[in-house]
């Protein structure tokens, strides 16, 4: 699914808590790929097809994912049902994907089980969750329909000096009067003269209080969760594991919802089901601190992931070693992203499973906007598809180089160099180190002692034995 280039700029309000606000409507552009349903060309399948009763019963089935899967983002089970009562459209949207992902078993008249619809149902919510993040709600409720956000302009009021909210910075918020709510209980100050216990805990975790509000503005429903019942327990089970208590803030910035799951139902078991796939228990900190959202997967999702790898021929160690180095592979689509991109390399000759291995990120990057055109600006250049393969396999990393900000400027002072372009298929790792504070001081001192390395000489070894090499090369001139 293309990624959404939402973008929204709104008035900024400071101490919104002393503000009268306006609400005027206005439209939110959203990508209109995810509400494409129901054609009746191309062999899609018709829900007319479907008997009612079974239609009926599906819609059922669609609605129950549908709020585990609310419910597991953080929503209230309240929350979730009200949702669910308002979003008849995007359910049959659901159902229709089912027909449409199973359509060859319809038309045998094979009915689905609970759990194919299920496994069919979350790795697409996901996707969708991905893409919209903290408007998903919105999205679902306003199914085919665009969301409609509220503009918001701002009268000032006199603020009462020496309160938290008179001296916080100015609030860009975002969409409606919910997030307002839920950011109010940020700065109210309760009638103790105190801000409320679970600001106060994260304030002394180190959080700035922009930064909580920052939190409440991508997820209004953190607002709500309680300290003891919620916050708490799962940052202590976090310090439990490892994780230096300065790395808190930023787990939950990235990844508020964990705060809404259920440490013995969902976040405990999911760890040890990852741990039976490979993630070592031991790196538990550091895996968390690199992918949050990594425990928020269903288990459906993490073993396609980790099953795509061994298709792809990485042993069972290795497979253990990127998940626990690359956590974030597992939010990549197996059948969108994963595999797509392992075809395109084999289509370049080029092994993957070492590739998967060594450079696991480089199979987030899109084919058309990042692969091809580094494959293209190495053809251009003359090289062969032999040679970028042997490139690519000597260094996995070098497709995940920015073209304009780093390729061309290296290659510009790689042609004023004295090394034939063959040294760069040797030494492909050349485009990993920095050009103003690596590769021209290295090349301005080589050539000042008159003397000629070969490229990896010259950059890879350290300053200590780069300057011994020089010296040797140099007396066997004299």
């Known amino acids: 699914m293309m990624k959404s280039s939402l973008s929204l700029r709104l008035p900024e309000i400071p101490c919104f808590a002393r503000a009268i606000v306006r609400y005027s409507r206005t439209e939110l552009r959203v990508p209109q790929k995810v509400f494409l349903c129901r054609a009746k060309h191309d062999g899609s399948f018709s829900l007319r097809l479907v008997p009612p009763t079974l239609l009926a019963a599906e819609k059922e089935e669609a609605k129950a994912v549908l ?4 419910k597991k983002q953080g929503l209230s089970n309240a929350v979730a049902v009200r949702t669910i009562n308002k979003s008849d459209a995007f359910v049959d949207h659901l159902v229709a994907r089912l027909h449409s992902v199973h359509k060859s078993r319809y038309l045998v008249g094979r009915e689905l089980t609970t759990l194919e619809i299920r496994d069919a149902l979350i790795p697409y919510l996901e996707t969708v969750l991905d893409e919209y993040g903290p408007i998903m709600v919105d999205v679902v409720e306003n199914f085919p329909d665009p969301p409609v956000i509220e503009k918001l302009e701002v009268v000032k009021q006199p603020v009462v000096e020496n309160s938290v909210a008179s001296v916080s910075p100015p609030i860009p918020t975002t969409v409606d009067a919910k997030k307002l709510k839920a950011l109010a209980r940020v700065s109210d100050i309760l009638p103790t003269g105190k801000l409320p216990s679970h600001i106060v805990y994260l304030l002394e975790l180190g959080m700035e ?3 909580i509000r920052e939190i409440i503005r991508k997820f209004p429903a953190f607002a709500y969760y309680s300290l003891e019942g919620k916050i708490k327990p799962v940052v202590e089970f976090l310090l439990d594991l490892g994780v230096p208590k300065q790395d808190i803030p930023t787990i939950l910035s990235k990844r508020p919802q964990l705060c809404g799951i259920s440490l013995t139902d969902n976040l405990i078991p999911t760890m040890t089901f990852l741990e039976e796939l490979g993630v070592d228990k031991k790196q538990w900190a550091k895996v968390i601190y690199r992918f949050p959202p990594l425990l928020t997967y269903s288990r459906q999702k993490l073993q396609s992931t980790v099953d795509f790898l061994y298709e792809m021929g990485l042993s069972a160690e290795n497979v253990s070693k990127v998940l626990t180095r690359c956590p974030n592979i597992i939010s990549y689509s197996v059948e969108e992203k994963l595999r797509p991109t392992a075809e395109y390399f084999r289509s370049l000759d080029v092994d993957v499973a070492p590739l998967l291995y060594r ?3 480089t199979f987030g990057l ?3 906007g990042n ?3 580094v494959t293209k600006f190495f053809l251009e250049r003359g090289y062969s598809m032999e040679d ?8 996995g990393a070098l497709y995940t180089f920015s073209l304009p900000d ?3 400027p290296k290659w510009e002072f790689f042609l004023t160099m004295v090394y034939p372009k063959s040294e760069l298929v040797k030494f492909p790792q050349y485009f990993g180190y920095s050009l103003e504070e690596r590769i021209k001081p290295r090349y301005e001192i080589m050539t000042k002692c008159g003397v000629k390395l070969l490229l ?3 950059l890879s070894l350290s300053e200590e034995d780069f300057h011994k090499l020089l010296k040797k090369k140099m007396e066997k001139k004299t």
């Open 371 to 373: 692969l091809k055109p």
């Open 209 to 211: 209080l922009e930064a």
């Open 67 to 70: 709020t585990l899967f609310l």
């Open 366 to 368: 899109s084919i058309e």
């Open 456 to 458: 990896n000489q010259m």
């Open 406 to 408: 780093n390729m061309m």
């Open 388 to 395: 970028i393969a042997t490139m690519i396999q000597r260094n």
């Open 359 to 361: 450079a696991p990120q």
